[in-house]
């Protein structure tokens, strides 16, 4: 008996497939500096993880498909401090901000329809679309000019009648770019003149550094109707296991619709919600403090990496990612390398090859993305390996 097609081609996660490795490397007494994955070390704030130590139900009962009240009712004031005037009607609770996707491609799109998506992106973006038979298209943005948005003519010439969106995350995941007013304004006209949506993750807006400011798709009033944005919990109060996220729009027809889904797989998690909404009563000295942290975390990982031969670095703006250019072949076998054949001193450092966040052949190949959600010192080890690593890898290969 064979599996689904569907299922065979779906690719297998860069930022997670080279476990294997890691925890081989982990079993031979290896510390592994895991840059590949956006898991903070961060503590989670107090509250989050008293409001579930209270939690003294007899029983852990089904929820409301659309989410809990209480956690519905307390976001819009949480929007409001961006701008956002939000209703509560206007927001669906989901099972992270990957369900909130998956919503996307269910709601906007059918099988065979088309979403524009600047390259390179969230590799598991293709696994959603693949898995809802959406076709992606790249826009390729280029780390020479620091991933910012590629020419609005290039977005154009790929609407077909197939095309349903424009697919944006900003701040971005990998690459730290933030899209500016102008930009968003600019994609939002396009959307309107092609009668299709513009979706935008919004899940890093808390991390933007160098004075830049964030700013909401959903501030949009007069795009209203053709805006979903995406949300989560996870990184903001570094509560990543809870999966709690937002489908939102005021678009009545697309919430109406998503909402089918929301009670197809009957209720997000029900003790997490009670977390997330404790979340959201954390005073904003913890966001401020955290997002300091990642922008001195960011500093260190461009200043350590700059001074690696051969290695070229984008300059990130937000979020927590970069992606850096190895002067290798193929990252994804220099990756294996480090775990597998490599360590300095008992250390060794796990970073995601960037071949498939991109749609386009042949692109990033010889690239990685780097999560800097370790402390500074953890940051330094982690490059002293790379260094090493990329120079005994490079006698490796010159060996065969």
Partial sequence: MNVSRRITELQASPIRRLSPYAREAISRGIKVHHLNIGQPDIKTPPRVIEAIQRYQE?????????GRDDLRRALPAYYKKYGVDVKVEEILITTGGSEALHYTFMTLCDSGDEVIIPEPFYTNVASFAHAGGVKLVPVTSRMEENFAL??????????????????????????????????????????????????????????????ETFVSVLTFEEYAQRVVCLDSFSKRYSMCGARVGAFVSRNTAVIANALKLGQARLCPPEIEQIAAHAALATDDSYLVAVRDEYEMRRNTIVEEL???????????????????????????AFAIFMLRDFNLDGETTMVAPCENFYMSEGMGRNQVRIAYVLNTEELKRATACLRAGLKAYQTNVRGR
Avoid: M, Q, W
């Avoid at 031969?309 to 290798?328: D, M, T």
């Fill in 306 to 332: 700059k001074k690696i031969e051969g290695v070229v670095v984008s300059s990130p703006k937000g979020a927590f990612y970069l992606v850096a250019e190895l002067p290798v072949d193929d990252a994804e």
């Fill in 58 to 66: 007899p029983l852990i009962a089904y929820g409301a498909s659309e």
């Fill in 150 to 211: 590629p020419p609005l003519s290039d977005f154009e010439a790929r609407i077909t009648e197939r095309t349903r969106a424009i697919l944006i995350c900003s701040p971005n995941n990998p690459t730290g770019y933030i899209y500016s007013r102008d930009e968003l304004l600019a994609l939002l006209a396009l959307c309107e003149k092609h009668d299709i949506f513009l979706v935008v993750d919004e899940v890093y807006r808390e991390f933007c550094y160098d004075g």
